[in-house]
């Protein structure tokens, strides 16, 4: 099992470019979550697919946006890019199951510079 | 809305000492509440979860948790630590959304 991976590993892009970031969950999850981690902080959280759909979202501006596709996996698209959006973006899997929430596996993250 | 305080930036230990990392949360519900560990140049891995039931959750790596609903508590030990717990600690609620706290260094020293 090769656990949540994430690609790319490392990215730099200019402002007011976009950006796609690609995630796999592990094997057997449904859901994938997205969080932003900036240097000495924890993660914060972007949003929550779960079955094609976003389902939750935190305190993100509309620029932030993603897809889950038929296999599980998911894309964050981050549009107009700012210096600000430099960060670790983690990417986030588990099962759900109804009533209970369960444990995250993050994968080793993608790290965004932007220049 | 829900919160997550780690009131300490770094807990230092010495190797064989008890060690604890202090998490305080806020919910309007049942608090699900979550350690995670990050070592250096890995993911955040899961610890322990508290759902419902013991006050006293045991997890990964000898780790244990306490919850307590009086004090909005859910604070990690470990009863001797071990130079290789050094790491970020991060405690994490989650009600629906997750909120994460800003973590805690932990250095185990020989």
């Known amino acids: 099992d090769a656990g949540v991976t994430q690609s790319p590993t490392h990215l730099i892009k200019t402002r007011g470019q976009q950006v796609t970031l690609r995630c796999s969950p592990k094997s057997g999850h449904d859901t994938v979550s997205w969080y932003q981690q900036a240097l000495g902080q924890g993660p914060q959280f972007i949003f929550q697919y779960y079955e094609e759909e976003e389902r939750q979202r935190g305190n993100f501006p509309d620029r932030f946006s993603g897809h889950q596709f038929p296999n599980y996996s998911s894309e964050l698209n981050v549009n107009a890019l700012l210096l600000g959006d430099s960060a670790l973006y983690l990417c986030?899997?588990?099962?759900?199951?109804?009533?209970?929430?369960?444990?995250?596996?993050f994968g080793p993250g993608t790290r965004l510079t932007v220049l | 809305a829900q919160s997550v305080a780690q009131p300490e930036d770094q807990v230092n230990v010495a190797e064989g000492n008890p060690l604890t990392v202090k998490c305080t949360y806020s919910v309007s519900g049942n608090p699900y509440l979550f350690w995670y560990v990050q070592y250096p140049n890995r993911g955040l891995q899961f610890l322990l979860k508290y759902i419902t039931g013991d006050n006293l959750v045991k997890g990964s790596y000898g780790f244990e948790a306490e919850f307590n609903k009086s004090q909005t508590s859910f604070h990690l030990k470990k009863p001797s630590a071990l130079v290789s717990d050094s790491a970020l600690y991060f405690c994490?609620?989650?009600?629906?959304?997750?909120?994460f706290g800003d973590g805690t260094t932990l250095t185990v020293k020989p």
């Open positions: 986030a899997s588990s099962f759900v199951r109804t009533g209970v929430y369960n444990e995250q596996f």
């Open positions: 994490a609620v989650m009600e629906g959304k997750s909120t």
